[in-house]
């Protein structure tokens, strides 16, 4: 019988007038974006902690440490095609992907399905297993304001050979 295993994955940071959106690779048309070490993709992360735990092997950080020179500039969506690699060197294939980004004053809806292809190249599942939702948390808090934008996201992986 298959051993599933799952992950989940949550990541929040702050938005800054002037900076670039970056969610799920897509760049996304705003007023506002991330000013933090990599460009800042909060799914991205969200997906890579995931993806971590369904292995029980760290998080993000110790995988892409923050003070490594080389993740200054770099783009989030290379981690997730990264971190896809070394889930199946780990021995797993990654079945589905849901997530949610929560945003309020910013229309994700449009760009979801580039998101979606994003993730789906990267991690090398069909396009059919990737989900991305949107939320815009009702106008309440600091994503319903604008101030910050988070992702939460679910992985399911299953043992290769089994
Ligand atoms: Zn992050």
């Known amino acids: 019988m298959a051993t599933f295993r799952t992950g989940?994955?949550?990541d929040i940071h702050r938005l800054v007038p002037g900076c670039t959106l970056v969610?799920?690779?897509?760049?996304?048309?705003a007023d506002r974006g991330f000013d933090t070490h990599s460009d800042g993709d909060v799914l991205s992360h969200a997906l890579v902690d995931a993806l971590a735990g369904a292995i029980a092997d760290g998080?993000?950080?110790?995988h892409f440490p923050e003070d490594d020179p080389d993740a200054e500039d770099a783009r989030?969506?290379?981690?997730v095609t990264s971190f896809g690699e070394h889930v199946?060197?780990?021995?797993?294939?990654?079945?589905?992907?849901?997530s949610f980004v929560v945003l309020g004053p910013i229309k994700l809806r449009p760009h979801l399905d580039a998101?979606?292809?994003n993730?789906?190249?990267a991690l090398k599942i069909p396009l059919a297993n990737v989900s991305v939702k949107a939320r815009s948390n009702?106008?309440?808090?600091?994503?319903?304001?604008?101030v910050a934008c988070s992702a939460w996201v679910g992985v399911l992986i299953q043992p290769v050979n089994d």
Do not use: C, K, W
């Open 8 to 10: 989940i994955g949550h």
């Open 23 to 29: 969610l799920g690779g897509v760049t996304v048309p």
């Open 59 to 62: 998080d993000l950080g110790v």
């Open 76 to 79: 989030s969506l290379d981690f």
């Open 88 to 98: 199946r060197q780990a021995g797993y294939a990654v079945v589905n992907v849901d």
């Open 115 to 117: 998101m979606r292809a």
């Open 119 to 121: 993730i789906a190249e």
């Open 138 to 146: 009702d106008g309440l808090g600091l994503e319903g304001d604008g």
